[in-house]
């Protein structure tokens, strides 16, 4: 006897879980430079150095600013020792806006280190996949017409909340990835505030907030090294129960397991908060 609709239904969701599964572990080993050809990054890219015109204009500002606020009068300021002060600032903060860009890519690429030790340490080279046990499959394509119509209740709600539950981990994911290119686009302006030591802390939140985004890659690696640890035995299927409730049994279980994935991702932004002092 062939597969039913239920069969072939509950093989959808979990073929969308394992695809999203995939698609974040792709995510994780690979750079927004990179990332679909690296068309989104050109255009980041391009953004970033219009933007730069505006930062070395802030720059000035700013650095005016610090002045004005730091300096009691014009006599301090003509000073050797708080000139010199004032000058290595301003060429600090103009090197940030002028190769800003670089630095945020080297501490990208440090995370992404970290986060290749962590999946080469777990003997993970990706997320194992998650099927129907063949004694279920079995088990419900030996049920009656009448008994079935239960089975489509329950199949119907397990399936649908295993969908939902990968796209929203998709998405949790993906947003990371965009945050990541608007922090590259907008960088020159909040690193131009390193000009004047009033606006300092601006930058200084700026840069925190951009490693706290790399480091969520690394959560979200963790979550998913955790996970498939967990999943390596799969959810036990009750043969001495009725086919409605083993089918019910088995997908509370892993909708549960996938879950636990899902709230994992979701919070790794309070994870790194955390971890940051943000």
């Known amino acids: 006897m062939g597969d039913s609709w239920i069969v072939d239904n509950l093989n959808a969701?979990?073929?969308?879980?394992?695809?999203?599964?995939?698609?974040?572990?792709?995510?994780?080993?690979?750079?927004?430079?990179t990332f679909r050809g690296g068309q989104v990054w050109s255009v980041m890219v391009g953004i970033?150095?219009?933007?730069?015109?505006?930062?070395?204009?802030?720059?000035?500002?700013?650095?005016?600013?610090?002045?004005?606020?730091?300096?009691?009068?014009?006599?301090?300021?003509?000073?050797?020792?708080?000139?010199?002060?004032?000058?290595?600032?301003?060429?600090?903060?103009?090197?940030?806006?002028?190769?800003?860009?670089?630095?945020?890519?080297?501490?990208?690429?440090?995370?992404?280190g970290t986060v290749s030790?962590?999946?080469?340490?777990?003997?993970?080279?990706?997320?194992?996949?998650?099927?129907?046990?063949?004694?279920l499959v079995d088990a419900i394509n030996n049920v009656g017409f009448w008994d079935s119509i239960p089975l489509w209740a329950v199949t119907l709600i397990g399936g649908l909340l295993i969908t939902v539950l990968s796209f929203v981990m998709i998405l949790?994911?993906?947003?990371?990835?965009?945050?990541?290119?608007?922090?590259a686009a907008i960088a020159p302006i909040p690193l131009a505030t390193f000009a004047g030591e009033p606006t300092a802390n601006v930058g200084k939140n700026f840069i925190r907030s951009y490693a706290g985004v790399c480091l969520q890659g690394l959560v979200i690696a963790l979550s998913c090294v955790i996970f498939s640890a967990l999943a390596a035995s799969p959810p036990s299927v009750d043969t001495s129960a009725s086919v409605v409730t083993a089918v019910w049994t088995y997908v509370a279980e892993l909708t549960f397991n996938l879950l636990v994935l899902v709230g994992a991702i979701k919070g790794c932004d309070r994870i790194v908060k955390e971890i940051m002092g943000l």
Do not use: D
Not at 13 to 33: F, R, Y
């Open 13 to 33: 969701a979990l073929n969308t879980w394992n695809g999203k599964l995939a698609e974040i572990w792709q995510l994780l080993t690979e750079s927004p430079q």
């Open 48 to 112: 970033h150095g219009a933007l730069q015109a505006i930062g070395y204009g802030l720059l000035v500002l700013f650095f005016a600013i610090g002045v004005v606020k730091t300096c009691g009068s014009f006599v301090e300021v003509k000073r050797p020792e708080h000139a010199l002060k004032l000058f290595i600032r301003f060429a600090l903060a103009k090197a940030a806006v002028t190769y800003g860009l670089e630095l945020m890519q080297a501490v990208f690429s440090i995370v992404q």
């Open 117 to 135: 030790t962590v999946i080469t340490q777990s003997g993970t080279s990706g997320m194992n996949s998650t099927t129907l046990p063949q004694e």
């Open 172 to 183: 949790t994911v993906y947003g990371r990835m965009f945050s990541l290119w608007m922090y």
